[in-house]
T-cell receptor, first 109, second 112 residues
Framework: GQNIDQPTEMTATEGAIVQINCTYQTSGFNGLFWYQQHAGEAPTFLSYNVLDGLEEKGRFSSFLSRSKGYSYLLLKELQMKDSASYLCAVRDSNYQLIWGAGTKLIIKP | DAMVIQNPRYQVTQFGKPVTLSCSQTLNHNVMYWYQQKSSQAPKLLFHYYDKDFNNEADTPDNFQSRRPNTSFCFLDIRSPGLGDAAMYLC???????????FGPGTRLLVL
């Protein structure tokens, strides 16, 4: 079966750095996405990785290792507004998105 | 601004009373998706349209139907809502299936 694993919940301090990990086992691989979802709202696109390595976009970076079936989302200079769920999703060989259940990130002052 | 719009944002219906949720897009994307998301769970794909071609997920109950009368609009019909259908319903679009999906704000459905 296809599976995406990410921690259920993480806590971090305002101004700090946090890394949210995602591991996956899917039928083929055609890219990995990270989405941010605030409570009661729709997911918003953050990043896309299809090749190994780090993609940086402002305070957010995403890393991919295809051989390890592993990705992480790195959030720097955390702000209170970063409190949200972060969803990892992998596109399989049929271009279907396989979603993780999300990591709820709690930011404390 | 190009966007994905969902109406209504909140919908209350009665057990067994048909309900229709609406999605429209100004992105001119070919693909439109409907997802169901329950609290603290991953979004679950119900079906998607590539242009007029309808693609149903194998485990989507028959209670859920969809219509896409034109490129801009897509509807989700729940024929006989049960208590277990209470969820957030998300519409998403992408230019083609190989590209990024963009979501509307969602419709939260409550079944009484």
């Amino acid at each position: 079966g296809q599976n995406i694993d990410q921690p259920t919940e993480m806590t971090a301090t305002e101004g700090a750095i946090v890394q949210i990990n995602c591991t996956y086992q899917t039928s083929g691989f055609n890219g990995l996405f990270w989405y941010q979802q605030h409570a009661g709202e729709a997911p918003t696109f953050l990043s896309y990785n299809v090749l190994d390595g780090l993609e940086e976009k402002g305070r957010f970076s995403s890393f991919l290792s295809r051989s390890k079936g592993y990705s992480y989302l790195l959030l720097k200079e955390l702000q209170m507004k970063d409190s949200a769920s972060y969803l990892c999703a992998v596109r399989d060989s049929n271009y279907q998105l396989i979603w993780g259940a999300g990591t709820k990130l709690i930011i404390k002052p | 601004d190009a966007m994905v719009i969902q109406n209504p944002r909140y919908q209350v219906t009665q057990f067994g009373k048909p309900v229709t949720l609406s999605c429209s897009q100004t992105l001119n994307h070919n693909v439109m998706y409907w997802y169901q998301q329950k609290s603290s769970q991953a979004p679950k794909l119900l079906f998607h349209y590539y242009d007029k071609d309808f693609n149903n997920e194998a485990d989507t109950p028959d209670n859920f139907q969809s219509r896409r009368p034109n490129t801009s609009f897509c509807f989700l019909d729940i024929r006989s809502p049960g208590l277990g259908d209470a969820a957030m319903y998300l519409c998403a679009t992408s230019r083609v299936v190989e590209e990024t999906q963009y979501f509307g704000p969602g419709t939260r459905l409550l079944v009484l």
